[in-house]
């Protein structure tokens, strides 16, 4: 298995998915530091703008799909309360997750 060899430091392919992930708040972050040390007559100041923008789009986007896979898990695990439920036949993005 590709798991138990030395290169891939005893981790999952879950965990190896995660980090790229887990980097964004991280480059953010050093984008953020960069920019307030960083003149705004240097060249480079509005391209960090930008790649701030663009950084703060891209962990939006993959905080809002982590939400909707936690709100999909939540549906299923409701699902498997009813026997002989088709759950092929629901939408990803239903609304079934009200709790009483």
Same mark, same amino acid.
């Given at each position: 298995?590709?798991?138990?060899? +030395? /290169?891939? *430091?005893?981790?999952?392919?879950?965990?190896? $998915?995660? !980090?790229? @992930?887990?980097?964004?708040?991280?480059?953010?972050?050093?984008?953020?530091?960069?920019?307030?040390?960083?003149?705004?007559?240097? +060249? /480079?100041? *509005?391209?960090?703008?930008?790649?701030?923008? $663009?950084? !703060?789009? @891209?962990?939006?986007?993959?905080?809002?799909?982590?939400?909707?896979?936690?709100?999909?898990?939540?549906?299923?695990?409701?699902?498997?309360?009813?026997?002989?439920?088709?759950?092929?036949?629901?939408?990803?993005?239903?609304?079934?997750?009200?709790?009483?």
């Amino acid at each position: 298995m590709a798991e138990s060899s +030395p /290169d891939c *430091q005893r981790c999952s392919l879950k965990d190896m $998915l995660i !980090k790229p @992930v887990q980097r964004i708040p991280s480059v953010l972050l050093l984008l953020t530091t960069l920019l307030k040390k960083t003149s705004d007559r240097n +060249p /480079d100041y *509005q391209w960090l703008k930008g790649a701030i923008e $663009l950084t !703060k789009k @891209v962990l939006d986007r993959a905080n809002e799909s982590r939400r909707l896979t936690e709100d999909l898990q939540r549906v299923m695990e409701r699902f498997k309360e009813f026997d002989d439920l088709p759950v092929s036949s629901f939408r990803s993005h239903s609304s079934l997750l009200q709790t009483s």
